[in-house]
């Protein structure tokens, strides 16, 4: 039996459809759809073609913005093929297969997307990596449709640097993972690149975030971290727009994912 490691998420695609979507090692499924003109339930849905390798992110992207294009499904990963076609680590699902972006992210041992986001209209990638389409992108990269770039130098420093996760607050993309500079300029952990180049947050962890968030207007960490800016932070906390604060007392054991749910914070 396969390592089954799951990441169900739910998505909008086409007219008031919704797919619920669970991963793991060389599958991905649809386990099932609902519209909402249909009235209340859910529809049955087929899986999606496999993959030969892990999946850590999803996101939806539309491709040309306002224009006449659906929305696509964007998998990243381990993975070097989706369905039938070579894709290194990164494809899109169109609603009837899977295309490749580019030539992917390479050029590392073991190099992988571990998070996604949309970002003024493109699709951010970041992970374990230095190159993007052939093009030189430390950890972290931008598709625009049609082939992809650096956000300035990108992420590195430390032993194994990697981007785990990607979120926009305040209308700049937050890269959070395990690194020491961003753009060549000191950053522990966490960085925001206001489309033009980094900045730290402060002085950032003490150790990798690995989720992010926004709630209440205010941008949530969450990881192996015990202190953000200096404080004590046991694994979350919270960027109000100029300082890091703690959220309680914190949680004993490392944070791997954040969400919003009915008002409240889930970690």
């Not at 381990?78 to 050029?107: E, H, M, Y």
């Not at 990269?141 to 979120?167: D, E, K």
């Not at 994912?257 to 914070?265: I, K, M, Q, R, S």
Request: hydrophobic share 40%.
């Amino acid at each position: 039996m396969a390592t089954r490691r799951e990441l169900w998420r739910f998505f909008g695609l086409g007219r008031g459809l919704v797919v619920g979507l669970a991963v793991t090692a060389g599958w991905i499924g649809a386990a099932g759809s609902a519209r909402g003109d249909c009235g209340y339930g859910w529809k049955s849905g087929g899986g999606l073609p496999g993959l030969n390798g892990y999946v850590y992110a999803t996101t939806t992207w539309d491709p040309d913005g306002a224009g006449p294009e659906p929305e696509v499904l964007v998998a990243g990963g381990s993975f070097t093929i989706a369905g039938t076609t070579l894709a290194n680590r990164i494809a899109c699902w169109n609603g009837a297969s899977w295309q490749p972006l580019g030539n992917g992210v390479d050029d590392v041992a073991s190099p992988c997307v571990y998070a996604l986001t949309v970002y003024n209209g493109e699709l951010i990638a970041g992970g374990r990596f230095t190159t993007a389409g052939g093009v030189s992108a430390n950890c972290i990269a931008r598709w625009n449709g049609t082939s992809w770039q650096p956000l300035g130098g990108g992420i590195s420093g430390g032993s194994y640097p990697y981007v785990y996760a990607l979120t926009v607050y305040n209308g700049e993309l937050i890269a959070g993972g395990r690194f020491t500079t961003a753009g060549g300029v000191s950053a522990n952990k966490i960085a925001r690149w206001d489309g033009t180049s980094w900045h730290p947050l402060s002085t950032g962890m003490n150790d990798s975030v690995r989720a992010l968030t926004v709630f209440n207007g205010e941008l949530i960490a969450g990881g192996d971290f015990t202190t953000a800016g200096g404080v004590s932070a046991n694994r979350i906390a919270r960027w109000d727009g100029t300082s890091w604060h703690p959220l309680s007392t914190g949680i004993n054991d490392s944070v791997l994912a954040l969400t919003v749910f009915n008002g409240e914070l889930i970690a």
